[in-house]
C-alpha cells in the first residue's frame, strides 16, 4: 500500500507542473510558439493524476479529429 502522504505529494507535484504546462500553452495561443502541442500536454500531466484533466483531454483529442478530418474534406 502506497503512503497516503507520498501520494498526496505526487499529486501536488503533478498538479503543479502540469498547470504550469497548461498555462504556458494558453500564453503561447497570444504569443509565437506550438500551443497546440503544449495545452494536450500540460493536460495529459494532469491528466495522469486527476479525472477532470483526462475528459478535458479526451474532448480536445476529439476536437483535433474533427478539425483534421475537416481540413481533409476542404483539400
Do not use: D, S
Not at 498547470?19 to 500564453?27: A, K, P, S
Amino acid at each position: 500500500m502506497v503512503n497516503p502522504i507520498l501520494r498526496h505529494t505526487k499529486r501536488i507535484i503533478v498538479f503543479v507542473i502540469g498547470n504550469t504546462v497548461l498555462i504556458f500553452g494558453i500564453i503561447l495561443i497570444f504569443t509565437p510558439g506550438p500551443a497546440i502541442i503544449v495545452i494536450p500536454l500540460g493536460l495529459a500531466i494532469l491528466a495522469t493524476e486527476f479525472v477532470w484533466a483526462r475528459v478535458l483531454l479526451h474532448k480536445v483529442k476529439e476536437k483535433i479529429i474533427q478539425q483534421k478530418e475537416r481540413i481533409k474534406i476542404n483539400f
